[in-house]
């Protein structure tokens, strides 16, 4: 049988050599091949998206090195990666800084052996102290595993009721307390609300923040994908507010901050159903709650909406150290740093506290 043009085509292209190549961020047209293979994998995640690559040269100085594969001119895998290099917490190169997910996203499998073979040649010819990948699932069962976190993932149904009898009763009521207060919620066009409830959420909580900057980045690089939503009670007041990612049909509260008295109003509950509720009116199909360590009280939170856990396979290779790095507040040996940061004055932790965390990753 004689082969039709479109079968001898794909013969030709799959006889071509795979190449690995570096994005240039200045190259308009490598960038949109790049984010358009993103938006068709299925593999890929919001994180393996070109602007973090801005983001993360332009607020935290991180070099940067966005691989992908290319063969016949077709992008067949994409890896993002970047280096943070601290005298406080180490030397790395990860799939990716500040992101849940990461790793390979690629539709062959010698797309995804090309990708990581240069991920490790870049990693020890920059002499770092390891290589992370922020896997969805396991692809190397003989590098060292970090289990401690999981993620949260529901499909999101498609009547705005569905969601609402779906959360588990308790849970539920505390969004109708929401509701009861006469609590609503606003889109807010840019992170000063949410920046100024979540800085001083996280200095209640003894870690440093990230800098207004980084969020006003987010919402500039990502636009309509990275939204901002924010509760307020009758008066107006702000007490509870959300930075969302978009990724093709699914929606990713990814920042967080509340005021001290949204606990008693309710108000972090409304926050999550109504950006449930109005993700469902859009019609986008997934809820992805982001990542929780085990055994907090975020994780707690997010079984309590009838999420269920799911594994997070952070893999490492490792280089110039022994062990996988703990550089989390989990870690007893950040206690005492904590306890102080708790104290400092907020203005002084909103300015020293961008120093800190850009070396965190």
Wanted: proline share 6%; net charge positive.
């Amino acid at each position: 049988m004689r082969a039709t043009i479109e079968e001898v085509t794909r013969l030709a292209a799959a006889s071509e050599p795979l190449a690995v190549k570096r994005l240039d961020h200045d190259d308009p047209v490598a960038v949109a091949r790049w984010d358009a293979f993103v938006q068709a994998c299925p593999e890929a995640t919001f994180f393996h998206r070109s602007g973090w690559q801005t983001v993360l040269r332009e607020v935290f100085g991180h070099a940067t090195h966005f691989l992908y594969a290319e063969r016949a001119g077709a992008v067949e895998g994409v890896l993002p990666l970047a280096q943070v290099k601290s005298l406080l917490f180490g030397n790395s190169l990860a799939s990716l800084p500040f992101a849940v997910y990461g790793g390979v996203a690629a539709r062959t499998p010698a797309a995804v052996e090309a990708l990581e073979r240069e991920a490790q040649t870049t990693a020890e010819r920059l002499g770092v102290d390891h290589l992370e990948m922020r896997n969805l699932r396991q692809r190397h069962p003989e590098w060292p595993l970090q289990d401690l976190y999981v993620s949260f993932r529901k499909e999101i149904a498609p009547e705005v009721e569905a969601n609402m009898q779906a959360i588990p009763r308790k849970q539920r009521a505390m969004v109708r307390k929401g509701i009861k207060n006469g609590l609503r919620s606003e889109m807010d066009p840019d992170p000063g609300r949410f920046f100024a409830l979540y800085a001083d959420n996280v200095h209640r909580h003894g870690t440093p923040a990230f800098s207004r900057r980084y969020f006003d980045a987010l919402q500039r690089v990502f636009a309509d994908d990275c939204e901002v939503l924010t509760v307020v009670d009758g008066s107006g007041r702000s007490l509870s507010s959300v930075l969302s990612f978009c990724f093709r049909d699914e929606v990713l509260p990814y920042y967080a901050g509340d005021a001290l008295s949204a606990r008693e109003l309710a108000a972090n509950d409304f926050k999550y159903w109504e950006l449930m509720r109005r993700s469902c009116e859009r019609g986008l199909k997934v809820f992805d709650y982001g990542r929780s360590k085990q055994g907090t009280g975020s994780y707690a939170f997010k079984k309590n909406w009838g999420f269920e856990p799911q594994p997070l396979f952070y893999e490492y290779c490792l280089y110039r150290r022994d062990a996988i790095p703990q550089n989390n507040p989990s870690n007893a040996k950040y206690r005492l740093l904590i306890n102080t940061w708790r104290r400092m004055p907020i203005g002084l932790a909103n300015w020293l506290g961008p120093f800190i965390v850009r070396n965190l990753g």
